[in-house]
């Protein structure tokens, strides 16, 4: 079995030791719970009902055609990323333990798998918006998603290397 390095966080006064590695079939029921709650958070312009009918899809369609990175620390699922190709199609935190350095390590890990990486956030989600501007990334195009009809910014990176 391939090892996956432990990195340490020292944002707080206490240093929390975590790791990230692919998710696993039997990762999927948390990481659904995550992205669901996280969903309803930080989307409230988007119904509830349109992201509790999608949940079923999440967990048995969704997370088993993408690649899918959990960041884990004492056991626990505290985060996770997706990727189809080099589009970043999802990165969520567990509320409670954003602002502690584990959306920064999630997103520099995929940066580093794909250099070329570019997602779509919402554009009433203003939190994720500066978010990612802050690691790098430039809005490129305003679209309204396909799904939701909910206005969106399609973001890419805008390191030396990738203009």
């Known amino acids: 079995m391939k090892k996956y390095n432990k990195m340490t966080q ?63 620390a004492d056991h626990e699922i505290l985060g996770f990323s997706a990727m189809h190709d080099d589009e970043l199609s999802a990165l969520f935190v567990h509320a409670d333990r954003q602002g502690q350095g584990y959306g920064v390590a999630l997103l520099n890990h995929a940066k580093q798998l794909r250099p070329l990486l570019w997602l779509a956030v919402y554009e009433q989600n203003q939190r994720a918006l500066l978010f990612y501007q802050q690691q790098g990334f430039r809005n490129e195009k305003r679209q309204r998603c396909e799904n939701t009809q909910v206005w969106e910014w399609v973001m890419r990176r805008k390191d030396k290397d990738n203009d």
Request: include cysteine.
């Open 10 to 72: 020292t944002k707080s006064d206490t240093p929390r030791t975590f790791t990230i590695r692919p998710a696993l079939a039997d990762d999927h029921t948390a990481i659904s719970a995550l992205w669901l709650k996280g969903s309803l958070q930080a989307h409230p312009f988007v119904a509830a009902t349109y992201w509790k009918e999608q949940l079923h899809t999440m967990s048995n369609d969704y997370l088993p055609s993408c690649e899918c990175w959990v960041l884990e």
